[in-house]
């Protein structure tokens, strides 16, 4: 069964300083693609970044970019110049849902606060 | 706005009732999920269906079953609910059964008391 695991349950920032959220999954697959998705109180789930494993540059989205390490399995995001409006849950996900690849694993999320 | 509806926004029931969650994908997306986000499980895949055939399977219960009709909208109908099915349940659609983004609808929030 394929996991996502993310160590960090909660963090807090300031506003303007840069933050990494870590995860780290495990999968058998040889050409795989992971995700970070952002659930601000709303509820909502909004893609914020996805990176392909076959790539070896690491994934860009404005404010948002990667660390992504395909041989030790980790996959961090980094905000930069985070505003008020990052504060949210932020979860890893990985496809392999179980019973087939497309469905996403999801960890368990990271509660990010950006303070003023 | 992702561009995938869900409908109703929130459910309230009674235990042992059934209950209809709708959804309908983005334009062009031929594969909807869904998945189930409660407190002590997390975000869990249900269950996939392409182009109205069901793709994967995941922890779905026998209790809960879905389909994709010819418009490929999608329906998740949960019967016998128990306490433990309360959840905010999203679906989700891609163009293409794999190896694509999934994009999100805003979840339906059902309650079960």
């Known amino acids: 069964a394929q996991t996502v695991t993310q160590s960090q349950p909660e963090m807090s920032v300031q506003e303007a300083e840069t933050v990494t959220l870590s995860c780290t999954y495990d999968?058998?697959?040889?050409?795989?693609?992971l995700f970070w998705y952002k659930q601000p109180p709303s509820r909502q789930m909004i893609l914020v970044i996805r990176?392909?494993?076959?790539?070896?540059q690491n994934a860009t989205e404005n404010r948002f970019s990667v660390n992504f390490q395909k041989a030790a399995k980790s996959f961090s995001l980094k905000i930069s110049d985070s505003q008020l409006g990052d504060t949210a849950m932020y979860f890893c996900?990985?496809?392999?849902?179980?019973?087939?690849?497309?469905?996403?694993?999801f960890g368990k999320g990271t509660h990010l606060i950006i303070q003023p | 706005d992702s561009g995938v509806t869900q409908t109703p926004k929130h459910l309230i029931t009674a235990t042992g009732q059934r209950v209809t969650l709708r959804c309908s994908p983005r334009?062009?997306?031929?594969?909807v999920y869904w998945y189930q986000q409660s407190l002590d499980q997390g975000l869990q895949f249900l269950i996939q269906?392409?182009?109205?055939?069901?793709?994967a399977k995941g922890n779905i219960l026998e209790r809960f079953s879905a389909q994709q009709f010819p418009d490929l909208h999608s329906e998740l109908n949960l019967s016998s609910l128990e306490l433990g099915d309360s959840a905010l349940y999203f679906c989700?659609?891609?163009?293409?059964?794999?190896?694509?983004?999934?994009?999100f609808g805003p979840g339906t929030r059902l309650t079960v008391l």
């Open positions: 989700a659609s891609s163009p293409r059964p794999n190896r694509d983004t999934q994009y």
């Open positions: 999968t058998s697959e040889n050409n795989y693609y």
């Open positions: 990176q392909e494993a076959y790539k070896q």
């Open positions: 996900a990985s496809p392999g849902g179980g019973g087939g690849a497309d469905g996403l694993t």
């Open positions: 334009s062009g997306d031929l594969s």
């Open positions: 269906y392409y182009n109205g055939e069901e793709r």
